[in-house]
């Protein structure tokens, strides 16, 4: 979808040439003439992006986009100002997300553009699994700040700088003990890097090679450019840096700018990463039963397809397991629903340990339940459901006080069916559902055949 851009320029012609640069890279653009109406088509066109131009009175500018920073639904919406370098500092305190000279060439105005966007779009869980996102810095130790700068001298200089004004852990490193860090499991929750280090641009190689790390890849990243390296800062933005700042960090303007800057990284990664665990909560909540922690129906079967289809590629068996608790409603008759749920839940956990960790157990609804045993012929799945059945039955489950206490005696069918090496399916899913419902009829048979037992699915059961 393309993003749309709000354009706000009091100069006709300025305010056109941004237009002009930005349609043609295929952005959807709206302008603003004044002012006053900037608010109103922030609330009607809900632009993906801001650009305030310098074509307003200085203290009128400063004044919208503080406003718009701090409204509510308005203070997502990214600020970039064309602003002379002497109001940078003053642009950002204003809430602006970047500040640049209103002089500013196309492939810089455009990797920036490129860049914010990009960094306000919404977070999403990354890296392998659901594995959880890191919490946010806040509540835990300061955020560490990781320099990697071409001589340590230029370091400990920045460090000194701005440990003064940044409240934070700076660490020096070279660029492989910055690896080597995100490789043992110890990322910076901000990096920044000097473009040139060792070689021209190497610093731009470190952070792609960064930024592609499942530990650092959400990190902050500022690259600090040479006076006469200008060129680099476009590549830096498009290759994720979150913004660039000049090496010299001379006067106390520029450090209190870069300082500033700073700031916002860590404060734009901790917006991530709580967006992050918001929706690995969302998604763990959709794909697991609130009383068990197990897997749910929603979840269970699509997961099924994929190890079907696994066990195609690598010709491999795997086998079901349908359980179900008998006489479970006599439970909730006898001694209420919260000792049902407690039969529930043990029941979950001894499914659980009996799989161990090669195998997915589901709640499929009630009392039935579902585990799928990956790379597991049909003489182990027996072996492991008659140890899980024989679990059940011989330790009888604690109840809540607040059903009068005691202890309940449960058991549990089994069908058990075993995708075979003859069962040749071209589609996954076909292999999937015909396993599934060959451990039905087994599950059937053994609730028929008096319950508290295992049966193994024969072709007979399919009559």
């Known amino acids: 979808m393309t993003a749309r851009i709000l354009v706000a320029d009091g100069v006709a012609t300025t305010r056109i040439t941004l237009k002009v640069r930005l349609s043609a890279a295929c952005y959807d653009v709206v302008t603003a003439t004044a002012i006053d109406q900037i608010a109103g088509l922030v609330d009607e066109v809900r632009p993906d992006l801001l650009i305030l131009g310098n074509g307003f009175p200085e203290s009128e500018a400063l004044h919208i986009c503080e406003l718009l920073s701090q409204a509510g639904a308005h203070a997502t919406i990214p600020v970039l100002m064309l602003v002379p370098s002497r109001l940078r500092l003053a642009a950002l305190q204003a809430g602006a997300a970047a500040a640049l000279d209103p002089d500013i060439d196309d492939r810089m105005l455009l990797a920036r ?3 914010l966007l ?10 392998p699994g659901l594995s959880e996102s890191a919490p946010p810095f806040e ?10 700068t071409d001589n340590p001298s230029r370091s400990q200089r920045w460090r000194q700088l701005l440990s003064d004004r940044i409240e934070a852990r700076f ?18 929750d901000l990096y920044l890097i000097c473009a040139d280090l060792e070689q021209r641009g190497d610093g731009l190689q470190l952070l792609s090679e960064l930024r592609s790390r499942h530990g650092s890849r959400n990190a ?25 700042l000049p090496d010299t960090l001379a006067g106390p303007h520029e450090i209190d700018a870069a300082a500033m800057t700073l700031r916002m990284q ?62 479970f409603k006599s439970i909730n008759d006898r001694f209420g629903h919260a000792a049902g749920d407690a039969v529930l839940v043990a029941v979950s956990q001894r499914i659980t340990d009996a799989l161990g960790a090669e195998g997915m157990a589901a709640r499929m609804g009630g009392e039935e339940f579902l585990a799928v045993l990956c790379s597991c012929d049909g003489p182990a799945a027996e072996a492991i459901a008659e140890r899980l059945r024989r679990d059940v039955q011989d330790r009888p489950i604690a109840l809540p006080s607040l059903s009068g206490g005691g202890q309940a005696q449960v058991t549990v ?14 589609w996954p899913e076909r292999l999937a559902r015909e396993t599934l419902e060959r451990a039905d009829r087994a599950l059937l048979a053994a609730k028929a055949a008096g319950r508290n037992r295992i049966v193994m699915f024969e072709p007979a059961h399919a009559a």
């Not at 509540?139 to 990697?148: A, E, K």
């Not at 490193?173 to 910076?188: D, K, Y």
């Not at 069918?413 to 071209?426: E, L, M």
């Open 113 to 115: 553009v490129r860049g």
């Open 266 to 327: 860590l404060a734009r990664k901790t917006r991530g990463d709580r967006q992050r665990a918001e929706v690995h909560r969302h998604m763990i909540w959709a794909m697991t039963d609130p009383l068990t922690g197990l897997y749910n129906r929603r979840y269970a079967l699509p997961r099924l397809s994929e190890i079907a289809r696994d066990a195609i590629m690598r010709d491999r068996p795997f086998s079901i397991l349908v359980m179900d608790l008998d006489h």
């Open 171 to 188: 660490d020096i490193r070279n660029p492989e003990e910055t690896l080597s860090a995100v490789r043992q499991g110890r990322p910076a």
């Open 413 to 426: 069918s089994i069908g058990v069916a075993t995708a075979r090496h003859s069962d040749r399916y071209d």
């Open 118 to 127: 990009r960094d306000s779009e919404p977070a999403l869980p990354v890296g």
């Open 220 to 244: 902050g990243f500022v690259v600090a450019i040479a006076p006469d390296r200008g060129e680099l800062a476009a590549i830096a933005l498009d290759l994720g840096a979150g913004d660039v």
């Open 139 to 148: 509540g835990r130790q300061s955020p560490r700040i990781v320099l990697v």
